[in-house]
């Protein structure tokens, strides 16, 4: 597992991209964060075929989310988006460009995201 940080002032935009082995595909990361938000790009090359994005609602316990690009059958960007909202309490903006949306790889996906989180806590 790689990881490689841009800068970025405190309240500013933070780069950060990363990449990780799981299971037998190559997956990289990109995570911009931005003041209150967080744009996060997951892929295997370079892509950009959907994008969804999620929020926390005062009236709901469950994060809003919409797909913003793509095909809206394709809820793997807005799922992954919904549940890192619910994590951070931030809007999420979501572009998952990968072909594997099994639930069990999706997992691996998200706990390599929150690994990188928990070092990092930073750039996110």
């Known amino acids: 597992m790689e990881a490689a940080g841009g800068g970025g002032a405190a309240g500013g935009i933070a780069l950060h991209d990363f990449s990780g082995q799981l299971g037998e595909q190559r997956v990289h990361f990109h995570a911009m964060r931005l003041r209150d938000s967080l744009f996060l790009w997951v892929g ?15 009236r709901d316990s469950i994060p809003v989310a919409a797909s913003l690009l793509g095909d809206p059958s394709d809820t793997a960007s807005s799922c992954l988006a919904r549940r890192l909202a619910s994590k951070t309490k931030k809007q999420i903006f979501v572009s998952y460009n990968l ?19 928990t070092a990092f806590p930073d750039k996110f």
């Open 44 to 58: 295997a090359a370079p892509a950009l075929a959907s994008l969804a994005v999620a929020m926390c609602s005062p």
């Open 99 to 117: 072909q594997n949306t099994d639930s069990n790889f999706t997992l691996l996906i998200e706990n390599r995201i929150k690994e990188e989180m």
